[in-house]
Nanobody
Framework: QVQLVESGGGLVQPGGSLRLSCVASGSIFSINAMGWYRQGPGKKRELVAVITNGGRTNYADFVKGRFTISRDNAKSTVYLQMDGLKPEDTAVYSC????????????????WGQGTQVTVSS
């Protein structure tokens, strides 16, 4: 079992930046791909970005060019650098571990963090 703890959310003005962190503990040797999901008010949860333990990345179209996912395996930490934030990026962002690629898409693994709120507003 993997435990995930996110941090770094907050209130930011449009055009601003935030960096989210997700620290993993527990059976981290079993982790391959990790990712970030988000769920905005009244919306379904959606995948934002994925990174494999080899460093390959994949992004949702709505964040390409603005968000960057990275990982530090020595610190068991995954980051999400968010630049050029827009009001529509407002959501609870959650870290996920154990993601798998099946068919033509990524699917969430069984380990979730508690989520961190990101609010983009002037």
């Amino acid at each position: 079992q993997v435990q995930l703890v996110e941090s770094g959310g907050g209130l930011v003005q449009p055009g601003g930046s935030l960096r989210l962190s997700c620290v993993a503990s527990g059976s981290i040797f079993s982790i391959n791909a990790m990712g970030w999901y988000r769920q905005g008010p009244g919306k379904k949860r959606e995948l934002v970005a994925v990174i494999t333990n080899g460093g390959r990345t994949n992004y949702a179209d709505f964040v390409k060019g603005r968000f960057t996912i990275s990982r530090d395996n020595a610190k068991s930490t995954v980051y999400l650098q968010m630049d050029g934030l827009k009001p529509e990026d407002t959501a609870v962002y959650s870290c996920n571990a154990g993601m798998v690629f099946l068919g033509s898409s990524w699917h969430a693994g069984g380990s979730w963090g508690q989520g961190t709120q990101v609010t983009v507003s002037s």
